[in-house]
């Protein structure tokens, strides 16, 4: 069975680090395009970071660009977001997704072929 397990998350101060990776499983990533989404209370999904299958390319939005820093690794199969200098706003359940054999540049969350079930980032002010 195919799924990807988000993990990390947690409560942690503004201005501090959080770290979250997220676990594919079920047939290799390493031709995949791969993102991270999050969604607050009451808000739509938003896409926050994304990565092409080899790692050439990233995007990120605005909100973050600086702030988080998006890695894969293929041989382990496993995507990451570093999140450095968060703030209150940036609390929501963030989503691990994947485009199969593509990439999208700043997708809108229809585009995706399969999601994580998602892991809480509060923080606290």
């Known amino acids: 069975q195919v799924q990807l397990v988000e993990t990390g998350g947690g409560l942690v101060q503004a201005g501090g680090s959080l770290a979250l990776s997220c676990a594919a499983s079920?047939?290799?990533?390493?031709?995949?395009?791969m993102y991270w989404f999050r969604q607050a209370p009451g808000k739509e999904r938003e896409f926050v970071a994304g990565?092409?299958?080899?790692?050439?390319?990233?995007d990120y939005a605005d909100s973050v660009k600086g702030r988080f820093t998006i890695s894969r690794d293929n041989a382990k199969n496993t995507l990451y977001l570093q999140m450095d200098s968060l703030k209150p706003e940036d609390t929501a359940v963030y989503y691990c997704?994947?485009?199969?054999?593509?990439?999208?540049?700043?997708?809108?969350?229809?585009?995706?072929?399969?999601w994580g079930k998602g892991t809480l980032v509060t923080v606290s002010s």
């Open positions: 079920g047939r290799a990533f390493s031709k995949d395009g």
């Open positions: 997704a994947q485009t199969i054999y593509s990439y999208i540049s700043k997708p809108g969350p229809r585009g995706m072929d399969l």
């Open positions: 990565i092409s299958f080899s790692g050439g390319s990233t």
